[in-house]
C-alpha cells in the first residue's frame, strides 16, 4: 500500500489560466473521488469514478471543471479559465468498493491551488 | 445549510485525560458515520467508523457514541496524547456509505499538553 499520490503539490497560476492535478490511487482501489477543501471549512466532495465510469459530478463547482479516469487507474482534475475563488486544497481519495466488503476512503495529501 | 456541524473550533486538554469531541447532524438520511484526523500538510486520516444500526464503536483509546434521537455524535479518546494533536473531522453519508461521497464537518482542533 504505497498510498494516493497527488502531484503537484503546489501549484500557483494566474488568473484565467488553466491547470491540471493528477491522482495516482491506491493499486487495488477501484473508486476514486476528488473533493475540495477551503480555509476554515471540511472537504467538499465534488465527484467520484468507479473504475472509469464517472458516477456522479453534479457537485463539480461549475463547468469550468471537469475530471477523467481514461483506464479506470489514475485520474485527473481540470480547471479551465481559473478565478481566485478557485484557490483551495484539491484533495483526491480512494477506496475498493466490492463483494470482499468496503474500505473507508484514504485521501492523499492533496494539491494546494494559489490563484493570483 | 451545514448537514454536519462541530460547534467547537478548537478543544485543549492535558495529556492522559479524556478528548471528548462532538459533532451534530441534521440530515435524518444519514446512516453511516466517521471521524478523520488530519495533520497540517496531509490529507485526513481515516479514524473509526459507525453505522446508524449501532449506539457505539471502540478501536483502542477511540469510542464513537452515536445518538440517533439527538442527532449527535461524539468521539471519545482516552488516554490523549500529544500525538493526537491534529484536526478532527466529522463526516457522514447515506446508504451506509457506499458511495462515499460524504459530507464534512468543519472540524475541530485538538490540542493535547504533555
Known amino acids: 500500500d504505497t498510498g494516493v499520490s497527488q502531484n503537484p503539490r503546489h501549484k500557483i497560476t494566474k488568473r484565467g489560466q488553466n491547470v491540471t492535478f493528477r491522482c495516482d490511487p491506491i493499486?487495488?482501489?477501484?473508486?476514486l473521488y476528488w473533493y475540495r477543501q477551503t480555509l476554515g471549512q471540511g472537504p467538499e466532495f465534488l465527484t467520484y469514478?468507479?473504475?472509469?465510469?464517472?458516477?456522479?459530478k453534479s457537485r463539480l463547482l461549475s463547468d469550468r471543471f471537469s475530471a477523467e479516469r481514461p483506464k479506470g487507474s489514475f485520474s485527473t482534475l481540470e480547471i479551465q479559465r481559473t478565478e481566485q475563488g478557485d484557490s483551495a486544497m484539491y484533495l483526491c481519495?480512494?477506496?475498493?468498493?466490492?463483494?470482499?466488503?468496503?474500505?473507508?476512503?484514504?485521501f492523499g495529501n492533496g494539491t494546494r491551488l494559489t490563484v493570483t | 445549510d451545514q448537514q454536519v456541524k462541530q460547534n467547537s473550533p478548537s478543544l485543549s486538554v492535558q495529556e492522559g485525560r479524556i478528548s471528548i469531541l462532538n459533532c451534530d447532524y441534521t440530515?435524518?438520511?444519514?446512516?453511516?458515520f466517521l471521524w478523520y484526523k488530519k495533520y497540517p500538510a496531509e490529507g485526513p486520516t481515516f479514524l473509526i467508523s459507525?453505522?446508524?444500526?449501532?449506539d457505539k464503536n471502540e478501536d483502542g483509546r477511540f469510542t464513537v457514541f452515536l445518538n440517533k434521537s439527538a442527532k449527535h455524535l461524539s468521539l471519545h479518546i482516552v488516554p490523549s496524547q500529544p500525538g493526537d494533536s491534529a484536526v478532527y473531522f466529522c463526516?457522514?453519508?447515506?446508504?451506509?456509505?457506499?458511495?462515499?461521497?460524504?459530507?464534512f464537518g468543519k472540524g475541530t482542533k485538538l490540542s493535547v499538553k504533555p
Open positions: 469514478f468507479q473504475n472509469e465510469a464517472q458516477l456522479e
Open positions: 459507525i453505522s446508524s444500526i449501532k
Open positions: 493499486s487495488e482501489h477501484n473508486r
Open positions: 463526516a457522514a453519508s447515506v446508504y451506509g456509505g457506499s458511495q462515499g461521497n460524504l459530507i
Open positions: 440530515n435524518s438520511m444519514f446512516d453511516y
Open positions: 481519495a480512494s477506496r475498493r468498493v466490492g463483494t470482499g466488503g468496503n474500505s473507508p476512503l484514504h
